[in-house]
């Protein structure tokens, strides 16, 4: 589903979607990941160019294999829950200060 570009602000009601598989919501206003956590079946979650602060609210992701998430506020990655199939995590283009925030990932 492809939903980039749309100044969608919120994704806090976007829940309850158990088959979808690719979400691409690229270049909106989002300001958290509210809601994105209830879609068992997700592998590519496309989250770059928003104004993410924090990851707190990606936990059960357990089919997640590509996040997205390059062009945000983000300052840690400490939030970030476990994600057992991710593969490919962009966090490009952040503020993250230091390597320890991103330690627990290894």
């Known amino acids: 589903m492809i939903l980039s ?3 969608i602000a919120s994704a ?10 690719i979400l691409d919501l690229k270049k909106n206003k989002l300001t ?7 879609m068992p079946a997700l592998e590519e979650l496309y ?4 104004e993410i602060a924090n990851t707190d609210d990606l936990a059960e992701m357990i089919s997640l294999k590509k996040l997205d998430l390059n062009t945000n506020k983000l300052v840690s990655l400490k939030g970030l829950p476990h994600l057992p199939s991710l593969e490919v995590l ?7 200060a230091t390597s320890e925030s991103i ?4």
Not at 32 to 38: R, T
Not at 47 to 50: F, I, K, R, V, W
């Open 32 to 38: 958290s990941c509210a809601g994105l956590n209830n």
């Open 12 to 21: 806090a009601n976007f829940t309850g979607h158990l088959k979808l598989v």
């Open 47 to 50: 989250l770059g160019e928003n």
């Open 5 to 7: 570009e749309n100044a």
């Open 90 to 96: 962009d966090v490009s283009a952040n503020t993250i």
């Open 103 to 106: 330690s627990h990932l290894a």
